[in-house]
Structure formats: C-alpha cells, structure tokens
C-alpha cells in the first residue's frame, strides 16, 4: 500500500501563507494521482486541489483558486499544496491522499491511501 505523510500546518493569520507537504512511500507505483482535502470541525471532507504524477494536470476547488497552488517532486514522491491569502474559513485538517487513477476526480472514493491529516488554523 501506499503510506503518506503530511507536514506543515500550523497557525497563522489572515492574508498569510502556508505549505503543506505530503511526502509518500511504499507502493508508489500505484498511485498515479494526488490529491489535498480538508475537513473542518462539523463538515463533510471536501475536494481542494489535485496532480496529476506523470504529467502537469491539475484542479481546484473553486474557494481555493488563486490562492492555493498544488505541485510536485517527482524525484522525492513528495506533494506539495502553497496556500497564499489565507483565510478563517480555510480552517480545516488537511489530508492528502492517493488515487490508482490518471484523472484528477475530486470523490474521496477514488482514493485508496490517505495520510493522518495536518491542522491549519487561521485566525481573523
């Protein structure tokens, strides 16, 4: 299986920035995109951004287009999620996770492995 790794949260204020990384091991080899949720305290988990391993895809959630940028090292296996302006609603745990698909899907069924989350807080 795969087994990933978040880092980076913390706690900031409004209008800072933040990135989160998601280092990955195990059976790379099956995961051929990734992807960042969130879920704050009360809500469902939600879709924020995804990659494509093998090639420049991407996709946003529309409330983090702008101010959020997902990107990769392939060499390290290592995801990565720049958030810029950030704000009180962003407030969430964040999990990566890992999908045996090529397409970016923004369903948490289409992802297999998922790491234990990392906590952003940002205050007003």
């Known amino acids: 299986h795969v087994r990933l790794v978040e880092s980076g949260g913390g706690l900031v204020q409004a209008g800072d920035s933040l990135r989160l990384s998601c280092a990955a091991s195990?059976?790379?080899?099956?995961?051929?995109?990734m992807g960042w949720f969130r879920q704050a305290l009360g809500k469902e988990r939600e879709f924020v951004a995804g990659?494509?391993?093998?090639?420049?895809?991407?996709r946003y959630a529309d409330s983090v287009k702008g101010r959020f940028t997902i990107s990769k090292d392939n060499a390290k296996n290592t995801v990565y999620l720049q958030m810029n302006s950030l704000k009180p609603e962003d407030t969430a745990a964040y999990y990566c996770?890992?999908?045996?698909?090529?397409?970016?899907?923004?369903?948490?069924?289409?992802?297999?492995?998922w790491g234990q989350g990392t906590q952003v807080s940002v205050s007003s």
């Open positions: 195990g059976r790379t080899f099956s995961s051929f995109s």
């Open positions: 996770a890992s999908s045996p698909l090529a397409r970016i899907v923004t369903t948490i069924s289409a992802y297999t492995a």
């Open positions: 990659i494509a391993w093998n090639d420049d895809r991407t």
